[in-house]
């Protein structure tokens, strides 16, 4: 379809629905899928939606893209991945919708800034020479890039987006930070620090408001994220590997309470305990003769 012909035309419709239903044209195919619920006579809640109002389905899609990774299900991670493009593709239509790019144009960004970051793949300019890895510096080239567009920075934290998920975001915010020498030197120092944060926290919930016992728990998990990034370890993955792991052993609990003819709140703390640990040490024995082969 072209940028600004009426959605509503019979000629535009007969050509737009031919391609909603050419499978062997799949990005076009998309991308007039979303013309067709944006048109006048579309979907009423898709019509309605900015970009304000689907930039949260657009975090949720990369979570969900996050966690299909860490269970390595990888039909469910071309959903998901399917499911993130869409959301791409819907924020796109809003823009071109209102003048303010393509779809086209986001891809071709995206392209440029990969040949630009990549000069020792693709070199600086048609033709020249792949330049050394090591001579490259991806901040360097980042910083010449806003030069170049006029965008000014503040602070070392203006590119850390306030939308990122809490524990990713203070990791990042910590990263930034330490570019700029701000950091603990090692990982003992911020184990120390977390010894610090707990010990307030304790005072807090003995002594303050709720309001001063968040502020301390917030510390401390802001802490816990740079611990993280110390350690080589991303906080929002080990939460949700941690997540998975807990709702795995709840959810057999569970299971065998049933079995016994019980159910979880016929059951006192005890004999969930009792349960607990043994799924605990059932999958610690299983993961051990994996290791071993057997």
Known sequence: MDAGEPADRPESRERSDRLVHD??????RLREIMRRLRAPDGCPWDREQDF??????????????????????????????????????????????????????????????????????FGERPGAAPVPAESVSWEAIKAAERAETGERRDSALDGVPAGM??????????????????????????????????????????????????EEFGDLLFVMANLGRHLGADPEAAIRRTNAKFER??????????????????????EMDAHWDAVKAEEKAEARRGRRGL
């Open 23 to 28: 499978r062997s044209a799949a990005l076009p």
């Open 52 to 121: 304000r109002s689907i930039a949260p389905y657009t975090i949720e899609e990369a979570c969900e893209v996050a966690e299909a990774i860490e269970r390595e299900d990888w039909r469910a991670l071309r959903d998901e991945l399917g499911d993130l493009l869409l959301q791409v593709v819907y924020h796109a239509e809003i823009a071109e919708e209102r003048g303010l790019f393509g779809f086209d144009d986001v891809a071709r960004a995206s392209a440029d800034k990969m040949l630009r970051r990549h000069p020792h793949v």
């Open 165 to 214: 998920p809490g524990l990713a975001r203070a990791a990042k915010l910590t990263r930034e930070a330490a570019k700029v020498g701000f950091d603990w030197p090692e990982a003992a120092a911020v184990l120390d620090k977390l010894a610090e944060e707990t010990a307030e926290l304790v005072e807090a919930r003995e002594r303050l408001s709720a309001d001063a016992v968040e």
């Open 249 to 270: 052993r709840f959810r057999e609990v569970e299971r065998r309470l049933r079995a016994a003819g019980r159910a979880p709140g016929e059951a006192d703390l005890a």
